[in-house]
T-cell receptor, first 116, second 111 residues
Framework: GAVVSQHPSRVICKSGTSVKIECRSL??????MFWYRQFPKQSLMLMAT?????????EQGVEKDKFLINHASLTLSTLTVTSAHPEDSSFYIC????????????FGNGTRLTVT | QKEVEQNSGPLSVPEGAIASLNCTYS??????FFWYRQYSGKSPELIMS????GDKEDGRFTAQLNKASQYVSLLIRDSQPSDSATYLC???????????FGKGTRLSVIA
């Protein structure tokens, strides 16, 4: 079945530094990938839609200059959290859909970010 | 605005019973419907997809779709403690749009 690989699974960084999270679709091409954030005991929140070869679409309230998204190929999207602060500590999850648009989203295993 | 509604729970059922999870959605143009299971601290895992009216069975899981009523449900037969998780209903409309997720129903299966 479709697999989405996300790396790293866990990262601890200091305030003010930047962290890059990678999301790869391993056995299918994805023109679109989606980035979610989930705080403890809360529901998934869509942050942005990553589009291969074009700019990402951000949800309301998500700062595009803080959460940089690059989707350089049909199998790779990256999310960079710039100048991280403790309030950015969260569980970040990427997802991708096979080119057949009605197919379900497949999720990566998530990245637990802790900013100290 | 497209919405997906679920009862947040917790829904508690005894081991061996049938757990029934419900979901309603607002967009009549929705095409595809999914149930995901999410354990605490983990990412969601797809357990069922359903695209047409009626029932779809896969092992202990049965998804039911009624597009006229804009209603999707998931039945889990012979519930096990390992089924204890949050179950997310998700709905897809068209194109490269994201899935719209409900807030999830927390299921607790009591041994």
């Amino acid at each position: 079945g479709a697999v989405v690989s996300q790396h790293p699974s866990r990262v601890i960084c200091k305030s003010g530094t930047s962290v890059k999270i990678e999301c790869r679709s391993l056995d299918f091409q994805a023109t679109t990938m989606f980035w979610y954030r989930q705080f403890p005991k809360q529901s998934l929140m869509l942050m942005a839609t990553s589009n291969e070869g074009s700019k990402a679409t951000y949800e309301q309230g998500v700062e595009k200059d803080k959460f940089l998204i690059n989707h350089a190929s049909l199998t790779l999207s990256t999310l960079t959290v710039t100048s991280a602060h403790p309030e950015d500590s969260s569980f970040y999850i990427c997802s991708a859909r096979d080119q057949r648009n009605s197919s379900p989203l497949h999720f990566g295993n998530g990245t637990r970010l802790t900013v100290t | 605005q497209k919405e997906v509604e679920q009862n947040s729970g917790p829904l508690s059922v005894p081991e061996g019973a049938i757990a029934s999870l419900n979901c309603t959605y607002s967009d009549r143009g929705s095409q595809s419907f999914f149930w995901y299971r999410q354990y605490s601290g983990k990412s969601p895992e797809l357990i069922m997809s359903i695209y047409s009216n009626g029932d779809k069975e896969d092992g202990r899981f049965t998804a039911q779709l009624n597009k006229a009523s804009q209603y999707v449900s998931l039945l889990i037969r012979d519930s096990q403690p390992s089924d204890s998780a949050t179950y997310l209903c998700a709905v897809y409309s068209s194109g490269n749009t994201p899935l719209v997720f409900g807030k999830g129903t927390r299921l607790s299966v009591i041994a």
